[in-house]
């Protein structure tokens, strides 16, 4: 019974969040279900909050209010050593890739797994082999993140957020920086990863065919609150003039420029 409440439980559940920063409200009663094994993308304007949210789903930061169960664990109240326990079930893909530039490809890939398991060096040798190959890389574990293009250090960037086969995975705006050609691939890539891992993801965003191509499911956040979950096609016939103006790209309407 236990197993079946673990697998019907959201993998991250968001209850009535609250924070604010300089005064201002950044989340203002955030409520929102992650659903185990789906992806989640989570869109809204520039310094709405989006970041602020992620932050604080893996630990980073603490709510004034409110409460982030991870599996039912609420890590709010963790202390920072069982946060690290906690943080051992995600995976991160952030939005600069924040690859070590003074490591190979290999040894970024291989990080994680020197650092948190006991593998031997050629069990390792052959999981960077593997990653590198799902995100559709072969042979570059000796170049240097500085030979490599935006699109590969993304790529060699998620590589390493799988390392560990994570439960969940977070890509904080994957295709921020990069031409429409090289986002759509990192869109394929996510789906992609969600075919080979089952994995429960969520993608911070602004791009909106990205968006609709990758998610199961999409939440928009505004002046600190959700103010529309659903499937694309619930977006895509939504007539809420702010959900309106930001899939339809327009500068004139409810949502004033930040």
């Not at 490591?103 to 390792?124: C, D, R, W, Y």
């Not at 659903?230 to 959900?243: A, E, H, I, K, Y």
């Amino acid at each position: 019974m236990d197993g079946e409440r673990e697998t019907t439980r959201p993998a991250i559940q968001v209850v009535d969040l609250h924070k604010k920063l300089g005064g201002k409200v950044v989340l203002g009663g955030i409520n929102l279900d992650i659903e185990r094994g789906k992806t989640t993308v989570i869109i809204g304007q520039s310094g709405g909050g989006k970041s602020v949210l992620i932050k604080h789903v893996i630990g980073l930061m603490k709510p004034d209010s409110g409460e982030i169960l991870v599996d039912g664990l609420d890590i709010t109240k963790l202390n920072d050593r069982e946060l690290n326990e906690v943080r051992k079930k995600f995976g991160m893909l952030f939005q600069g890739g924040a690859l070590f530039d003074s490591m190979t490809v290999g040894e970024n890939v291989a990080f994680p797994l020197k650092e948190h398991t006991s593998k031997g060096e050629q069990e390792i040798r052959e999981i960077v082999r593997e990653k590198l190959h799902q995100v559709g890389l072969k042979g570059i574990e000796p170049m240097m993140p500085a030979e490599l293009s935006g699109g590969m250090k993304k790529r060699v960037a998620l590589a390493r957020a799988v390392a560990l086969d994570p439960e969940i995975v977070l890509f904080d705006e994957p295709t921020t920086g990069l031409d429409p050609v090289t986002s759509d691939a990192i869109d394929e890539l996510i789906l992609s990863t969600h075919e080979h891992t089952k994995a429960t993801l969520v993608v911070i965003s602004h791009d909106i065919a990205g968006t609709f191509k990758v998610a199961h499911k999409v939440a928009m956040i505004y002046q600190g609150n959700i103010i529309l979950e659903g499937t694309p096609d619930d977006f895509r016939t939504s007539s809420d003039p702010v959900v309106r103006q930001f899939i339809e790209r327009k500068a004139e309407g409810p949502i004033k420029i930040l």
